[in-house]
């Protein structure tokens, strides 16, 4: 079984107030939670969800993660 890395973007939703996590470079792997306990094992479950679906072609051919940069911008 080989093991793959992923970077995910947390986000906290002021409305709902639960965390959201995304996976930029995996299409369809979102999730979300009360906690980011709780956000990391779900965002596992779907990680490995949306990696059963795939060909090894298809995984081998994700996009790389490279960063985050951060902007100031004023308007």
């Known amino acids: 079984m080989k093991s793959y890395q992923f970077t995910a973007q947390i ?3 002021k409305e709902s107030d639960l965390y959201i996590g995304i996976v930029p ?3 369809g792997a979102h ?6 306990d709780e956000l990391q094992v779900n965002l596992k479950e ?6 059963e679906e795939m060909s090894t072609e298809e995984i ?10 951060h902007f ?3 308007v």
């Open 11 to 13: 986000e906290k939703d």
């Open 25 to 27: 470079n995996l299409p």
């Open 31 to 36: 999730t979300q939670a009360k906690t980011l």
């Open 60 to 69: 081998e051919s994700l996009p790389e993660f490279i960063g985050v940069q």
């Open 46 to 51: 779907v990680i490995e969800l949306c990696l």
């Open 72 to 74: 100031s911008v004023s």
